[in-house]
């Protein structure tokens, strides 16, 4: 979905930024977990989720997974998902995602922009002025 596709590209800016040198930022699509969500949803919503809702995935299995990069050495993260330049997409059982063809260098560049202009936007309102957060040089 869009959504996760935009953060892609957002930790994609932030793991190409030197000042992050070293730091790996890990996104993951964990899919559809047994949870309690929707429980504050009307009943014509809750309904369904609630059928559906054994076709989910156990919570401990997907956290297993979801947690699995962050108990890794570099060199394990290297190996099992050939570096990546900061940034590591994961599928829901933490196996390397591939990224899309719309998931380019000016794509990235667009994104953090944007981001950036809403986040100096909202620094503003709150009388802090200019520059709320980090910006990847690429910008």
């Known amino acids: ?3 996760g596709f935009y953060n892609d590209l957002g930790l994609d800016a932030l793991g190409s930024e030197p000042a992050n040198a070293g730091v790996v930022f890990v996104h993951a699509a964990p899919g ?3 949870t309690r969500w929707g429980t504050e949803m009307p009943w014509w919503i809750k309904g ?5 809702q054994p076709l989910g995935r156990d919570p401990a299995v997907c956290a297993e997974a979801m ?4 108990f890794c ?6 190996r099992e998902f050939g570096g990546g330049g900061g940034v590591l997409l994961m599928t829901q059982d933490a ?3 591939a990224k899309t063809d719309m998931h380019t260098p000016e794509a990235v560049a667009n994104v953090w922009g944007t981001t ?7 620094a503003a ?3 802090k002025g200019e520059g709320a957060g980090t910006t990847p040089s690429s910008t």
């Open 32 to 34: 559809f977990v047994k």
């Open 48 to 52: 369904p989720v609630r059928i559906l």
């Open 1 to 3: 979905d869009m959504a």
């Open 73 to 78: 050495t570099n060199e394990e993260l290297n």
């Open 125 to 127: 309102a709150e009388g």
């Open 116 to 122: 950036r202009a809403v986040l100096d936007r909202a």
């Open 95 to 97: 196996k390397p995602a």
């Open 67 to 70: 947690l699995h990069p962050v």
